[in-house]
């Protein structure tokens, strides 16, 4: 457990550990959490935080949100912005799984309305969207219109009748980051996630149907600009990233790091995970151009399955997409690095940003936004366990202190092998239904590991983030449907 | 088992410590250990299928870092869950030079109790050693 004694409270949600901690150490860490959150994390994620402070070119703060919990070289909910001329880029910075991220879309249907079809509906999706180990997806490619796809993203599937257009203003970077390069990703990368668009994956990642309680709007002004209006409105969120494809893009520039990193660069770190290259080389910049083909294999791959549940609710429902107002809210990315422009010492300036299980909260105004959300901030998503609920945050202007970044979900508090120990699959799925949650999964065990228990309390996530003014709350969701990878 | 799970080192991954008498034996411990948290019973998987699997690294702990990732590659790529019956290592210069057989078959979901899936192999606590009894890996994979 975290020792309290450590930190120098700086309000009652954000903790520092003074540049003096660790030798090496640029710049401060900034643990945001409550009291009960902070007491909660493992010791790892204070070891991580200060270790990501020691890395070449950090500005400010090394940073971890309130659903931070260790991770591979940065903890899950790390942020670090870099200088870009003297900064580094760090493929544990992102995480493997590059682009994981979130994706919301609303209909509108009413709890109501989708009781009667709920089992179908959720066997449906389970059928067509495919998850678990080693599952592939409907859309078949070369591996050379894959190479295609990673450097178009959403925008390829929405040319290929994949999607409308009104998806990609509704997507983080349009549905496309600029920069991606194929010729940067290997052969071997192509061959693990040619065959994977459109599939969920396993792990943590769902998808799930869930309804908006009247008294789970606390902002009911922003939810109408988000178009949630009724009251038990129901609502799609899904969590899932770039698969095989990104895992083996991270690999393999972690390696080509760790050779040149103190030979060529002079740069010795405090873990291997942390491997990184000045984000101004070649090998730097060769990295950023392959993750930025994997950014886009994600946005690909959930606009692919968003096209599956549209297809799902009209056969469903008999009805068209439109007709069921099927539109995406938003689509955030929670395992990225980008460049951004943000103000650092009072001047503007570009920086790179590394986000871990850490969500990009613009606030209002801010001209990457599409019109639409101009004015409300972006919209971000933050997806619980398949038990508990998840959230519609906003972000807004004080999150300048965190380069606006939020947390990204609930973070798990206990360990797959405890959680399998102490749950059983099958007990699992009939009480959810008992509590009117159908869940559709691949495997018992898989389910066990998922069991909300496993998760640290949501609700403590979004107060922490709101107390400490780097998001807003807008509308909790609780489930009734999922599907499992 | 030459390989047990580590409950407490890896929260939202899967972490194993696999051992042998040879750093062979340690090796093909490590592999089962990997497809042990993809496949519920390894004894499901039947020898349909052959590979031959080459990686060479100038560190011991890397070149079990690479085979490891070379099971995740053919799981993904070609769908096949592989365990290996036949290993050795030699040295080239300063370079470990591994051979590997591996035997098995496609994944089936009717038939594989598939249970989660393993997407990468991290350097987070990664640790080859040598003890009294023989040797000893420390691994922690990406779930």
Redesign the interface.
Same mark, same amino acid.
């Given at each position: 457990m975290a020792a309290v004694k450590d930190f120098i409270k700086v309000s009652d949600s954000i903790w520092e550990i003074p540049a003096t901690y660790k030798d090496g150490m640029q710049v401060p860490a900034r643990i945001y959490a409550t009291e009960k959150l902070l007491r909660e994390m493992d010791d790892g994620v204070i070891d991580q935080v200060t270790n990501v402070a020691t890395l070449p070119g950090i500005l400010n703060y090394a940073y971890c949100m309130p659903d931070g919990h260790w991770g591979y070289g940065f903890p899950i909910g790390g942020v670090a912005a870099m200088d870009t001329r003297s900064g580094v880029i760090s493929p544990g910075g992102i995480g493997f799984d590059i682009n994981c991220g979130m994706r919301l879309v609303r209909t509108n249907l009413t709890l109501e309305e989708v009781q009667p079809h709920l089992r179908l509906l959720v066997d449906r999706l389970f059928e067509r969207v495919p998850a678990g180990v080693g599952s592939s997806g409907f859309v078949k490619l070369s591996q050379g219109e894959f190479r295609r796809v990673v450097e178009l993203g959403a925008r390829w599937c929405i040319d290929n009748g994949y999607g409308w257009p009104e998806d990609l203003e509704r997507t983080e970077e349009y549905g496309c980051i600029d920069g991606a390069d194929s010729s940067k990703i290997s052969t071997k990368s192509v061959e693990r996630g040619y065959n994977q668009i459109g599939t969920l994956g396993s792990g943590n990642h769902y998808l799930e149907i869930q309804v908006v309680k009247p008294e789970n709007v606390y902002d009911a002004e922003l939810a109408g600009a988000f178009g949630i209006t009724k009251p038990n409105q129901v609502v799609v969120m899904f969590h899932c990233g770039s698969r095989g494809f990104g895992h083996q893009v991270a690999t393999e520039y972690l390696q080509l790091f760790l050779k040149v990193m103190e030979k060529k660069y002079g740069i010795t770190i405090l873990d291997r995970e942390l491997a990184c290259a000045p984000f101004n080389s070649q090998e730097g910049q060769d990295y950023f151009a392959a993750m930025k083909c994997a950014i886009n294999m994600s946005f690909a791959n959930r606009q692919v399955i968003l096209h599956r549940i549209r297809e799902v609710f009209s056969d469903v429902f008999h009805k068209g997409p439109e007709e069921l107002g099927l539109h995406q809210i938003y689509d955030v990315a929670h395992n990225t690095a980008k460049l951004e422009t943000h103000m650092v010492q009072g001047k503007e300036r570009e920086v790179l940003v590394h986000r871990k299980g850490a969500t990009r909260a613009f606030g209002p105004g801010n001209p990457e936004l599409p019109q639409i959300y101009r004015k409300t901030g972006q919209p971000v998503i933050l997806g619980g366990s398949m038990e508990t609920g998840s959230y519609l945050l906003v972000g807004v202007a004080s999150g300048a202190q965190t380069f606006f970044s939020t947390a990204h979900g609930s973070g798990r508090s206990m360990s797959r092998r405890q959680a399998k120990k102490k749950f059983q699959g099958k007990k699992l799925v009939h009480d959810m239904e008992q509590r009117g949650i159908y869940v559709r999964g691949v495997s018992y065990a898989g389910l066990a590991e998922e069991a909300g228990a496993a998760y640290k309390n949501i609700d403590d996530v979004v107060a922490a983030t709101e107390q400490a003014g780097i998001s807003k709350a807008v509308v909790r969701f609780i489930p009734i449907g999922n599907v499992k990878g | 088992m030459p390989y047990e /799970?580590?409950?407490?080192i @890896?929260? @939202? !991954? $899967?972490a194993f410590k696999a051992s042998g008498d040879t750093l062979e034996e340690m090796f093909i411990a490590a592999c089962d250990a990997t497809m042990n948290v993809?496949?519920?019973d390894l004894e499901t998987i039947a020898h349909e299928q052959q590979r031959s699997i080459s990686v060479s690294s100038d560190a011991i702990d890397?070149l079990l870092f690479e085979l490891l990732?070379e099971l995740? /590659?053919y =799981? &993904? @790529?070609e =769908?096949l869950l592989l365990r290996v019956c036949r290993l050795s290592i030699s040295r080239q210069d300063e370079a470990f030079i591994l051979q590997a057989d591996a035997h098995g078959e496609e994944?089936n979901?009717h038939k594989h109790?598939?249970?989660? &899936?393993v997407? $990468?192999?991290?350097?987070?606590r990664?640790r080859v050693e040598q003890t009294p009894e023989g040797w000893e890996a420390t691994v +922690?994979v !990406? +779930?």
């Amino acid at each position: 457990m975290a020792a309290v004694k450590d930190f120098i409270k700086v309000s009652d949600s954000i903790w520092e550990i003074p540049a003096t901690y660790k030798d090496g150490m640029q710049v401060p860490a900034r643990i945001y959490a409550t009291e009960k959150l902070l007491r909660e994390m493992d010791d790892g994620v204070i070891d991580q935080v200060t270790n990501v402070a020691t890395l070449p070119g950090i500005l400010n703060y090394a940073y971890c949100m309130p659903d931070g919990h260790w991770g591979y070289g940065f903890p899950i909910g790390g942020v670090a912005a870099m200088d870009t001329r003297s900064g580094v880029i760090s493929p544990g910075g992102i995480g493997f799984d590059i682009n994981c991220g979130m994706r919301l879309v609303r209909t509108n249907l009413t709890l109501e309305e989708v009781q009667p079809h709920l089992r179908l509906l959720v066997d449906r999706l389970f059928e067509r969207v495919p998850a678990g180990v080693g599952s592939s997806g409907f859309v078949k490619l070369s591996q050379g219109e894959f190479r295609r796809v990673v450097e178009l993203g959403a925008r390829w599937c929405i040319d290929n009748g994949y999607g409308w257009p009104e998806d990609l203003e509704r997507t983080e970077e349009y549905g496309c980051i600029d920069g991606a390069d194929s010729s940067k990703i290997s052969t071997k990368s192509v061959e693990r996630g040619y065959n994977q668009i459109g599939t969920l994956g396993s792990g943590n990642h769902y998808l799930e149907i869930q309804v908006v309680k009247p008294e789970n709007v606390y902002d009911a002004e922003l939810a109408g600009a988000f178009g949630i209006t009724k009251p038990n409105q129901v609502v799609v969120m899904f969590h899932c990233g770039s698969r095989g494809f990104g895992h083996q893009v991270a690999t393999e520039y972690l390696q080509l790091f760790l050779k040149v990193m103190e030979k060529k660069y002079g740069i010795t770190i405090l873990d291997r995970e942390l491997a990184c290259a000045p984000f101004n080389s070649q090998e730097g910049q060769d990295y950023f151009a392959a993750m930025k083909c994997a950014i886009n294999m994600s946005f690909a791959n959930r606009q692919v399955i968003l096209h599956r549940i549209r297809e799902v609710f009209s056969d469903v429902f008999h009805k068209g997409p439109e007709e069921l107002g099927l539109h995406q809210i938003y689509d955030v990315a929670h395992n990225t690095a980008k460049l951004e422009t943000h103000m650092v010492q009072g001047k503007e300036r570009e920086v790179l940003v590394h986000r871990k299980g850490a969500t990009r909260a613009f606030g209002p105004g801010n001209p990457e936004l599409p019109q639409i959300y101009r004015k409300t901030g972006q919209p971000v998503i933050l997806g619980g366990s398949m038990e508990t609920g998840s959230y519609l945050l906003v972000g807004v202007a004080s999150g300048a202190q965190t380069f606006f970044s939020t947390a990204h979900g609930s973070g798990r508090s206990m360990s797959r092998r405890q959680a399998k120990k102490k749950f059983q699959g099958k007990k699992l799925v009939h009480d959810m239904e008992q509590r009117g949650i159908y869940v559709r999964g691949v495997s018992y065990a898989g389910l066990a590991e998922e069991a909300g228990a496993a998760y640290k309390n949501i609700d403590d996530v979004v107060a922490a983030t709101e107390q400490a003014g780097i998001s807003k709350a807008v509308v909790r969701f609780i489930p009734i449907g999922n599907v499992k990878g | 088992m030459p390989y047990e /799970y580590l409950d407490e080192i @890896a929260t @939202a !991954d $899967a972490a194993f410590k696999a051992s042998g008498d040879t750093l062979e034996e340690m090796f093909i411990a490590a592999c089962d250990a990997t497809m042990n948290v993809m496949v519920g019973d390894l004894e499901t998987i039947a020898h349909e299928q052959q590979r031959s699997i080459s990686v060479s690294s100038d560190a011991i702990d890397m070149l079990l870092f690479e085979l490891l990732q070379e099971l995740i /590659y053919y =799981k &993904d @790529a070609e =769908k096949l869950l592989l365990r290996v019956c036949r290993l050795s290592i030699s040295r080239q210069d300063e370079a470990f030079i591994l051979q590997a057989d591996a035997h098995g078959e496609e994944l089936n979901m009717h038939k594989h109790d598939l249970v989660v &899936d393993v997407k $990468a192999v991290t350097l987070h606590r990664f640790r080859v050693e040598q003890t009294p009894e023989g040797w000893e890996a420390t691994v +922690i994979v !990406d +779930i």
